[in-house]
Each structure stands twice: as C-alpha cells, then as structure tokens.
C-alpha cells in the first residue's frame, strides 16, 4: 500500500534499523521500544490485519517471528519474550499492517502487559462457546 508507514519501511523509504529479512519478512527494531530489543515482525505483502493475512504467508511470517525470538532471547539474555498481534484501533494496533511485536522480558523491567479478568457465570461460557 502507497502510503502505509510500514509499506515505505520495507521499501526502504524511510530508515529502519533491520535485524532481519528473508523473501516474505522483515523485522526492524521498535523505534518507541517496550525494553532494549522491542522488534517488529511483518509480511513485506500489505495486509492491514490478521484477517486480511493470507494463511501460508502468515504461517511463514511467524514461523520468521520464532526464529527472531529465539535470537533475541539468546542474544540479549532475555528471561523471557512477548510475542504480541494486535488487530484494530481498539486492540491497540497502531499503524494498520499486520505485524508482531517481539518484546524480551527481564526479570526486573517495567513493562506491563495486564488486562482485568472478569467473572462470568457458567451460562455466559456456555453461549460464547456454541
């Protein structure tokens, strides 16, 4: 897509600082990152969501995200990784291409990754679930 920040990245339109690209990928450090490492993962082929994705692509995108993870992890002597996809305005996604954030944890950092858990009663598990 033209004008898709992330479409002009991978055209090389405007800087990256790349760790990553093979055929279908590429993965480019977070510029606002969540902890030293915060790297993007995405098709180079514009889809605006996991919707919109194409299913083989999508499995090679992720497939690329392990990979960069396990590095990651391995380089930075990370305690852990987030691996996080979010999907429209309201999920938090930001620029609307798909893409994952690969996030490595410390013991010690200060990122929060929460969300409220709320009750529910057996029935409302039983409609979600037909």
Not at 37 to 59: R, S
């Amino acid at each position: 897509m033209e004008n898709c920040l992330f479409c002009r990245i991978i055209r090389g339109e405007i800087p990256s600082r790349r760790v990553y690209e093979d055929k279908d990928s590429v993965a480019f450090l977070d510029i606002n990152p969540a902890n030293p490492g915060h790297t993007l993962v995405m098709p180079k082929k514009h889809a605006e969501n996991i919707f919109d994705a194409d299913d083989e692509l999508l499995g090679r995108v992720i497939v690329a995200a392990k990979v960069i993870s396990k590095k990651i992890k391995e380089s930075l002597n990370a305690d852990g990784i987030n691996v996080i996809q979010n999907n429209g305005r309201h999920a938090g996604q930001i620029v609307n291409h798909i893409h994952f954030h690969i996030i490595p944890r410390f013991a010690n950092d200060t990122v929060i990754i929460s969300y409220p858990q709320i009750k529910m009663e057996d029935k409302d598990f039983e409609e979600i679930q037909k």
